[in-house]
């Protein structure tokens, strides 16, 4: 039995106390309000529910990771990256890529990227938490993602691809662009095979949740994180 929050109570139970099955369910109810949302990643927490559900909360046993440094570039991925007709920026189209990241999961496995998930998530990107990256092809967006960003570490959310290699290079990009600054993790939040072909890995949560909370302690530049074009 997973405990139900109110509306009024933002707190949650030990991270131990996650079911074994489904992996990682912790809590039911509450809000996706800013309070909330922070407090949820701020503790390796993250919202996963469908349309019509309670809002589910979960910090699985196993996370998905990327060390920013190792993130693989395949031969073919090279080869592309060397004649690429993209261009990328950041913060610049936040509101186009969750609504894209919905669309594209609905056409294809479902998504979880509810109305209620697309307020909350831009209410923390106006208020800056939330990031994207776009990837651009002649004016027109076709790759990003977005994600939430505590201290050093990139949790990320979705991302999404309407032409060859477009999410990918939007997770290069974004690496690129924040690395050099004080980029130290990306939370991927479950393996699965695409994420482990790029290079990310597996961490237990108890190291998971140390290593976020060695990293949330220090902040990114503010200036990295303006509405603005990025190089790859």
């Not at 080869?79 to 890529?97: C, D, G, H, I, Q």
């Not at 594209?104 to 109305?115: A, F, L, R, S």
């Not at 201290?151 to 662009?177: I, N, P, T, W, Y």
């Amino acid at each position: 039995m997973i405990p139900y929050y109110s509306a009024e109570n933002f707190s949650f139970p030990p991270l131990e106390t996650a079911l074994q099955e489904p992996d990682g369910l912790l809590a039911a109810g509450g809000l996706l309000s800013t309070e909330q949302l922070l407090l949820a990643y701020q503790s390796g927490i993250f919202p996963w529910y469908s349309e019509g559900d309670p809002i589910m909360w979960w910090s699985p046993s196993i996370r998905a990771v990327f060390w920013p440094k190792r993130i693989h570039t395949s031969r073919s991925l090279a080869k592309f990256l060397r004649r690429s007709p993209y261009t990328y920026s950041f913060n610049r189209a936040f509101p186009e890529v969750i609504e894209s990241c919905a669309r594209v999961h609905e056409q294809t496995t479902g998504t979880w990227i509810t109305p209620q998930m697309i307020h909350g998530y831009s209410q923390l990107h106006y208020q800056g938490h939330a990031h994207s990256v776009e990837v651009w092809q002649n004016e027109k967006l076709v790759g990003g993602l977005y994600g939430i960003l505590v201290g050093q570490v990139f949790c990320g959310e979705s991302m999404f691809h309407r032409a060859d290699h477009a999410s990918k290079c939007a997770l290069l990009a974004l690496a690129q662009h924040l690395t050099p600054l004080g980029l130290q993790l990306i939370d991927c939040q479950l393996p699965n095979p695409h994420l482990m072909r790029l290079g990310a890995e597996e961490m237990p949560r108890g190291d998971f949740i140390q290593q976020l909370a060695r990293f949330k302690q220090h902040t990114i530049a503010s200036y990295a994180l303006k509405p603005q074009f990025i190089e790859l």
